[in-house]
């Protein structure tokens, strides 16, 4: 059985094709129009692997754009696929931190992936890929190297997680000649101990599992780990958590 899962994030379009494991995956930027990155991001699979629309046999959506996107069977809520992805490329994974482009959120698993709780902050930006964004951009870092900045060097404190204002406060902090590197470690400590606040409010079960396309930031993961005091996995497909949790869904429908 051949299914798709289709994760239409606000920054990011990410697909699956699955056969009871990841054949393929496409990330491509979402744009103005989500239903026409849906659209792309499933031909770029099929073309790639050379199948026709008829070989799928159910495709399920999910991210803030899923409702939008017509070429599906079915639409779930990302907190159903992120869990479910989650716990299928990590069985152990009991608590999931999963920060996107624009939002973040904390689930918290059973034995069998399903959601007993979970929390989610959808309301601004702060704290999430979008900030980091922008502020990798004031400092003239690339997100790569903002994100390898070293956890251990050292750092100047960002008291303020608006996107706006923290703007305001890095750009202070330069002037008075501060290093861009102690900066960035504070703006990566300021999202550390934001998630890390929502996953105290939830409640932490181990294993922790950190997906999202911010997983993908070194000094954030050390950071978390030494706000929480546990180790965070990471997995290399965790920013396909939500696309591969529909196409497991979808090979169940």
């Not at 289709?6 to 393929?24: H, P, R």
């Not at 079915?74 to 159903?80: L, M």
């Not at 482009?101 to 904390?106: A, F, R």
């Amino acid at each position: 059985m051949l299914t798709i899962g289709v994760d239409i994030g606000s920054v990011g379009t990410k697909a699956v094709l699955f056969d009871g494991d990841i054949v393929d995956r496409h990330l491509e930027p979402t744009g103005w129009n989500p239903s026409e990155a849906g659209h792309r991001a499933m031909e770029s699979l099929l073309k790639r692997n050379s199948l026709s629309p008829g070989r799928i046999d159910c495709v399920v959506s999910t991210g803030y754009g899923r409702k939008s996107f017509a070429e599906v069977d079915k639409a779930v809520t990302e907190i159903t696929c992120h869990a479910r992805g989650a716990h299928f490329m990590d069985p152990e994974v009991r608590t999931v931190l999963d920060i996107g482009g624009q939002d973040s959120k904390v689930i918290v698993l059973d034995d069998h992936g399903r959601v007993l709780d979970f929390m989610m902050n959808d309301k601004c930006a702060a704290g999430t890929g979008r900030f980091l964004q922008v502020m990798a951009t004031l400092l003239e870092y690339s997100i790569e190297e903002f994100g390898a900045v070293d956890p251990d060097g050292e750092m100047q404190k960002i008291s303020s997680m608006c996107t706006v204002f923290a703007e305001s406060e890095v750009v202070s902090h330069l002037a008075k000649g501060v290093s861009k590197n102690a900066v960035a470690l504070g703006l990566l400590e300021s999202v550390a101990v934001r998630a890390s606040s929502m996953l105290g409010r939830l409640g932490i079960k181990p294993v922790v599992g950190f997906t999202g396309g911010v997983s993908r930031c070194p000094s954030l993961v050390s950071l978390l780990e030494g706000q929480l005091n546990c180790d965070v996995r990471t997995y290399g497909d965790s920013h396909y958590a939500g696309a591969l949790g529909s196409a497991l869904i979808a090979s169940e429908l």
